[in-house]
């Protein structure tokens, strides 16, 4: 029996497991992105203006995904 693994792979967990996944933990927002987000995670903003906000800060989406649990 053999067990293969990749390098990549092992340093992606190790820096999962110690929180500094990058792409998994965005950067923060400026006070007016937060209430932006907020806005849209309450269904106040459609989809169609909020992938115009993504498109100019891509780090909006990254944050939605974070709070919404996905990966």
Do not use: K
């Not at 500094?20 to 269904?43: I, T």
Request: hydrophobic share 35%; glycine share 8%; net charge negative.
């Amino acid at each position: 029996m053999s067990v293969h693994f990749t390098v990549s792979g092992l340093t992606r967990n190790l820096f999962h497991s110690l929180g500094l996944d990058h792409e998994r933990a965005p950067g923060p927002l400026s006070p007016e992105q937060s209430l932006l987000l907020e806005c849209y995670l309450a269904g106040q903003i459609p989809e169609s203006a909020w992938s115009d906000y993504v498109f100019e800060t891509p780090e909006l989406a990254r944050h939605v995904n974070a709070r919404r649990g996905q990966h």
